[in-house]
């Protein structure tokens, strides 16, 4: 175990807080709290935090442009207008299944965005993953239980995701034009016998894999060949995702839920639901763009 300087980013208590992202333009960190239907955001010099109040469950934001942000909601992907806060779906997923949500999702380098659903109990194989690009939506895994750990390589060759409950992170070829999978998934990470589930990862520009340990009070990093190579301590059971963030993508920003604690348990893990910062040597990079056609 490693130490690093881990300091709190927002004291703002999420139920369940998930889906980080950085918009290097603005400088500002969004995340959700998915159960409550919550989207934040914040500078990362510093400020308040704003809530937007989405309606919904949503878990995943991804940039289209300078107006227009893309939000993976329990109906689908929706365009949400950022002076406004307008939201209009623009892709249904699930919809009509109030029994699922969205969950971890990415964007691939070509622009592709790859969304995870899960049911709202954790109901088993009752989500997908989705390979959504220029308007088209295909399923590409389905009889996943809670969907996870999307990340890609920074050519587009490699794509991650897990199933949590599997307790393996799974790595596929990837086709870098189009983010469609190729060939078949092979085990990256056996955490079965490790303590606590793999939840968010992201990839850095040298293949580490950096992942949000969920009831390990840990971010863990896997190097290419999938050993670990880092363990960093946090001050929370139940850390969710990772993203990087700064000028540089050289800082992790992790945000963490007390979802299914009872009070005694919360009592204990005071600071569950915070999302913090890491000051760790990463060599991050920013999100790519997503296209919606």
């Known amino acids: 175990m490693s130490e690093a300087i881990v300091s709190v980013f927002s004291d703002h208590v999420c139920q369940l807080g998930e889906g980080p992202s950085y918009d290097p333009a603005t400088e500002t960190l969004y995340w959700f709290d998915i159960v409550n239907g919550q989207l934040l955001e914040k500078p990362l010099s510093g400020g308040a935090v704003k809530i937007h109040e989405l309606g919904q469950m949503a878990s995943a934001i991804a940039i289209v442009d300078d107006k227009r942000q893309l ?5 689908g992907l929706h365009v949400r207008d950022v002076a406004t806060g307008k939201m209009t779906l623009h892709t249904a997923i699930e919809a009509d299944n109030p029994a699922t949500r969205s ?11 790859w969304v995870g659903t899960m049911g709202k109990g954790e109901a088993k194989a009752a989500g997908s993953i ?12 389905s009889d ?9 390589s920074e050519d587009g ?11 393996l992170l799974m790595r596929v070829g990837c086709d870098p034009a189009t983010g469609l999978p ?18 968010g990862s992201v990839l850095d520009r ?7 340990c969920w009831g390990g009070s840990v971010v863990e990093a896997y190097g290419p060949d999938g050993k670990l190579i880092r363990s960093v301590a946090m001050p929370v059971t139940q850390p969710s995702c990772p993203a990087f963030v700064g000028r540089n993508a050289d800082r992790l920003a992790v945000t963490s839920a007390w979802s299914g604690k009872d009070e005694k348990q919360r009592l204990l893990d005071p600071q569950a639901g915070m999302t913090f ?17």
């Open 144 to 152: 996943i239980t809670v969907s996870n750990s999307i990340c890609f």
């Open 277 to 293: 910062l890491l000051d760790i040597p990463v060599n991050g990079r920013f999100e790519p763009r997503v296209l919606i056609g």
């Open 157 to 167: 060759t490699v794509a991650h995701y897990t199933d949590t409950s599997t307790g």
């Open 206 to 212: 040298d293949g580490v894999l950096w992942n949000a």
């Open 103 to 113: 969950n971890d999702s990415r964007v691939h380098p070509c622009g592709a965005f």
């Open 182 to 199: 190729a060939g078949e998934p092979k085990i990256f990470v056996d955490h079965r016998k490790a303590k606590g589930y793999i939840d």
């Open 130 to 141: 989705y390979w959504f690009f220029r308007g088209e939506l295909r399923r590409l895994f």
């Open 71 to 75: 939000i993976a909601t329990e109906t």
